[in-house]
Each structure stands twice: as C-alpha cells, then as structure tokens.
C-alpha cells in the first residue's frame, strides 16, 4: 500500500521559496515576518550549531558524561520555537537546545545537567520551558495534562490572543512507537486539550530506521485519534515556523490538538555514546547533508540583499558563544550535598527537610578532610 503526503514546504533545498498548493496558506506568516526576525532564525541556528559542536567536544574530553546532539534539526526547532508565545508551555524530549535558548534558558543548565551538576538545571516556572525528559514519550502525557488544566482554567479559547495559551510538546519517531504517546493523543482528543504535538522525524530511533517503526507516514497516526496531523519540511526553518504557529493558533483559539511531523534527519549520533556509522550508509548521510538548514537559509538571505558582514558576525558571536561556554563548563563545581532535596515540592515540606538534615549529619559524621 501506498501514501502520499503533500509535505508543506516553503523553502526548497536550493534556497528559493516554493509556491504550491501545499504552501499557499502559510506564505502570508512569512510575508508578515521582518527582515530583523529572518536575521534572528539564521543567527539562532548558527549559534546553537556552534554550541552544540563545542559540547560533543567537552564530552570527549571528558567533561560531560554525555552530550545529546541536535546537529542538522536546528530549522525544526527555532522556527517552531518563534512561533510560541510567552505564555504557551514548552514540555521537550532531551535535544530542544535551540528551543530551551528561545525561550530565555541559559543553556549552561543543560551542560549541568549532562555533567552531572544538577538534576534539572533550569527552572521551568521562569520561562514555562520544563525540564528535559530522558523517560522519552512519558512527557507527552505531561504536555496534555497541562494542556487540560488549561481548559479546565480558563485561560484558553476565550478569543484573546494576548492571552489565550497552549502546549507544544516536543519528541522523536523513536518515542511515538511508545505507548505514552498514543495515551496522550487518547487524552488531548477527548478534552480537546489545546496541544501541538511536534514529532521531529529524524529517520532514525537509535538504530531502528523509521521504516521498521511505521509502514505509514507518522503524521498519519494522530488522525485513527481524531487529531488533524500535517507533514512539514523539518529543515526548512520558514515552514517550522509558519505551519506551527498556524496550529498553535489554532490550539489557543479553542479548535483542539494538532500533530506536525517535521521530516529533518540526525546528522550526527543518537548520543555521545552511540557509533551511527555502525547502522547508516554514508549516502544516506551525504542526501541530508546537501538539505542542510542552515546553507539553505543563508542561501535565501542572500538572495534577498544580505550582505557577508552579517554571516561574518554571527560566525563571530557563535565562536564567542562557544568560548564562553566552554570556560563556564570547566568551572562549574560540583553542587552542596542537599540539593537535590531543594526542589521536590514547591512548598515547605517537613520529611523532606528531615531526610535533607540527616543527610548533612551523616556527610559530617566522617569529618573534614586533612
């Protein structure tokens, strides 16, 4: 059996913008955009590329106990990211980086989290960027839940859009094989819970290509649970944003869950511990490379009158970005004995304070070193 997908694409591998059926109703979001904010989409995906690689150094250097790529999905993420809102909820799986610096995280939080110096690393109530989720596809129930709540509260599909919030929840094709997320799509389409849910295709769960996972295109799935799904070009950045921001509108305006399969592709390994060479053709890897967001987009800016000193400034502010993070990963320290008890409730409570205190005792039971 056979499916075709109109893959909703505004940005061709080539760096024009394509005019389509398909595409027709999402070019007035990007008509609507400045050139300041076009800027901002190329100078995000070159920063957190050039973090992301210094990263995957400290990680073999031995700094970090793991590093998580998101080489060559920087397009899904940043213009999904700009099309939220404030007051929208962010749940990620364990890659958004790009998305958690959006959204106002100080992405030294996340080097804390893979060296081992917190449990967290942010807070999410500054930002409503939650916590990283290494129990992947459990989050999605997280996203809906809240989603619920909004419904629940009042503060969803009142026909304010300063106000009205919704829920994007991040994950992979690997984690859409779990069955947490078909419960969160059970859930988020009987309360018509205000939900967008942003399946990063990448092609591979690990090793499992995505053709073992589903003999059907992924955004498929969400329609047996009567949630509307579309399939975007992942690594076209216009598209991730004109296509999210239309379904999150709608999510706040009342009209229920969305599903978007962003097709993008890993560039790099599942993690710092994974060899992806053992699993893919080198072919495989050099067709995704030739769709590279990034040369893609610049090659776009370009032919709009950007000029080099503005790819050579954000070429700059990305190394010094890099540097910076560099030297605050070195410095980070290992973190007091009870913190980890800190942020359990977010009220006072009395056998956790207990628990924190015996643990002080016992620490200074074996006295100061010499």
């Known amino acids: 059996m056979s499916y075709t997908a ?25 008509e609507a955009l400045s050139d300041d904010q076009l800027r901002e989409f190329h100078r995000q995906m070159v920063v957190i590329r050039r973090f992301d690689q210094e990263a995957a150094n400290l990680q073999r250097q031995g700094e970090l106990g793991l590093w998580v790529p998101s080489l060559g999905q920087e397009a899904a993420q940043v213009g999904s990211a700009y099309a939220s809102r404030p007051q929208d909820h962010i749940f990620p799986s364990y890659r ?30 500054e930002t409503n960027f939650h916590l990283y989720t290494l129990v992947l596809g459990s989050h999605t129930l997280h996203a809906t839940g809240r989603a619920m709540a909004m419904t629940l509260d009042g503060v969803t599909g009142t026909g304010d859009p300063e106000t009205d919030a919704a829920v994007i929840s991040y994950f992979g094709d690997g ?37 073992v996972q589903s003999r059907t295109p992924l955004y498929l799935r969400s329609s047996g649970f009567g949630i509307p799904g579309i399939q975007i070009d992942g690594n076209d950045v216009l598209a991730s944003f004109a296509v999210t921001k239309s379904n999150l509108d709608a999510a706040r305006s009342g009209e229920g869950p969305r599903l978007i399969e962003a097709l993008t592709y890993r560039m790099g390994a599942h993690t710092s511990s994974d060899d992806p ?14 769709r590279d967001p990034i040369a893609r987009f610049e090659t776009w800016l370009r ?19 890099a540097a910076d993070i560099r030297k605050r990963t070195l410095a980070l320290e290992a973190p007091p004995i009870g913190k980890m008890f800190d942020f359990v409730y977010s009220e006072p409570h009395a056998p956790l304070a207990a628990q924190k205190q015996w643990l002080a005792d016992y620490d200074a039971s074996f006295g100061s070193e010499a």
């Open 6 to 30: 109109a893959t909703v694409q505004l940005l061709s591998p080539e760096g024009t913008l394509v005019e389509s059926d398909a595409s027709a109703e999402y070019l007035p979001y990007i």
């Open 96 to 125: 958004e980086h790009a998305v958690a610096r959006i959204r106002g995280v100080d992405v030294i939080g996340i080097m804390g989290l893979l060296r081992g110096t917190t449990h967290g690393g942010w807070n999410p109530a």
């Open 175 to 211: 984690a859409s094989s779990q069955g947490d997320v078909s419960e969160a799509l059970v859930f988020a389409a009987s309360y018509q819970a205000p939900v967008v849910f942003f399946l990063q295709n990448n092609h591979w769960a690990i090793s499992v290509p995505v053709a």
């Open 277 to 290: 060479s053992k699993y893919r053709l080198d072919s495989e890897v050099e067709y995704w490379e030739a």
């Open 303 to 321: 032919s709009r009158g950007e000029g080099d000193a503005f790819f050579a400034d954000v070429a700059t502010e990305a190394e010094d970005f």
